[in-house]
């Protein structure tokens, strides 16, 4: 049956309140407008930064929502004006829009795009500043501009990238977020050079792309980070070369990797959300030339600090949302470069059902799991 053009009644997870249990709810999913693009979402992956803006520290989270922003699947229909993906098109989703006519898209400098982030950042449309999903009447918030926790979702047109259809949805939903942002640290934050020494802080799966982004920058040293030391085994995979747990040592950590590196490090990585942590990274770098590059996200009313002595001898300091790369024009060949040679299935540690999806989120707080994939239709 034909569903252009009509409310779609679907199942989708609904977060009510913070912290309280995700409910699968049938949700109506209201038509594309212009420049929208409704999706058939197959597969969805969880990211701490779900669980993040569950939790009620997110700035912008706003209740009753539906979260998600790591998935792929088939474009349903499209709304008016829409030209670049069409019904059947295979795509992933992108939290991080691209619309190639923005300050910022024109810019060059950076990935960030201006056309719909006011929209995204209150859960609405930009078309109308309403949501498309509701539940007899009741709207929900819409999430990152992607809200991939549901059968069904609208996008902006800006926000989705079309990929080759060879690619299996149920592997590279994950290049929708955590593992592009460690590859794209590396290589577009970053731009580490070949015989770097670089640390890595957290070892979960966007540090682990950090890692994976190193060796293939030709990088000498790897230096993993992380409180559990069951992470290290498997970080090897990945390309870390050495491991350090803070917990074993007495001196500061920051201490501990200068002293191992004859000064310090050519590149650190915060992948964990901690601002003490991402002080320790600032301060391994070494005098006149070490950055570190901030990935993890924070919680509202947290700030750095460090002494300004520490940038005035030549460390930088930086940022990377996405990993720097620009989603429409970079997310495809990203699928391409999994077809041939990126990992993404080693982060996959469990396959789940959208209906387990609480339990997916207790899983993600145990120190065996990366990424939970969830098929949305069974
Ligand atoms: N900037 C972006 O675009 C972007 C994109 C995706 C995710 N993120 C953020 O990146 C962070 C990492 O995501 P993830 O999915 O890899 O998370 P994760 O929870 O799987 O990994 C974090 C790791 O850090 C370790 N850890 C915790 N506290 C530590 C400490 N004090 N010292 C050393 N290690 C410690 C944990 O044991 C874990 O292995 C999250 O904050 C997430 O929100 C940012
Ligand atoms: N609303 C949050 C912002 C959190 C944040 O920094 N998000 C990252 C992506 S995390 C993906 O897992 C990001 O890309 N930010 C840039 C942007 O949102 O435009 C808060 O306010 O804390
Ligand atoms: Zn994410
Ligand atoms: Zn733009």
Known sequence: MATQGQVITCKAAVAWEPNKPLVIE???????????????????????????????KDPEGLFPCVLG??????????????????????????????????????????????K???????????????SRFSINGKPIYHFMGTSTFSQYTVVHDVSVAKIDPVAPLEKVCLLG???????????????????????????????????????????????????????????????VTEFINPKEHEKPIQQVIVDLTDGGVDYSFECIGNVSVMRAALECCHK???????????????????????LVTGRVWKGTAFGGFKSRSQVPSLVDKYLKEIKVDEYITHNMTLADINKAFDLMHDGDCLRVVLNMFV
Request: glycine fraction near 14%; charge should be neutral; proline fraction near 3%.
């Open 288 to 310: 006149g030339w070490g950055t570190s590059v901030i990935v993890g996200v924070a919680a509202s009313g947290q700030e750095i600090s460090t002494r300004p002595f520490q």
């Open 69 to 114: 922003h790591e998935a792929a699947g088939i474009v349903e229909s499209v709304g008016e004006g829409v030209t670049e993906v069409k019904a059947g098109d295979h795509v992933i989703p992108c939290y991080q829009a691209e619309c190639r006519e923005c300050k910022f898209c024109k810019s060059g400098k950076t990935n960030l795009c201006g």
């Open 177 to 239: 977020c955590g593992v592009p942002t460690g590859l794209g640290a590396v290589w577009n934050t970053a731009k580490v050079e070949p015989g770097s020494i670089v640390a890595v802080f957290g070892l979960g799966t966007v540090g682990l792309a950090v890692a994976e982004g190193a060796k293939a920058a030709g990088a000498s040293r790897i230096i993993g980070i992380d409180i559990d030391s069951k992470k290290f085994d498997r970080a090897k995979i990945f390309g």
């Open 26 to 56: 049938d949700v109506q999913v209201a038509p594309p407008q212009a420049g929208e693009v409704r999706v058939k979402v197959l597969y969805t992956a969880l990211c701490h930064t779900d669980a993040y803006t569950w939790s009620g």
């Open 116 to 130: 719909v982030r006011a929209a995204t950042g209150v859960g609405v449309m930009m078309n109308d500043r309403k």
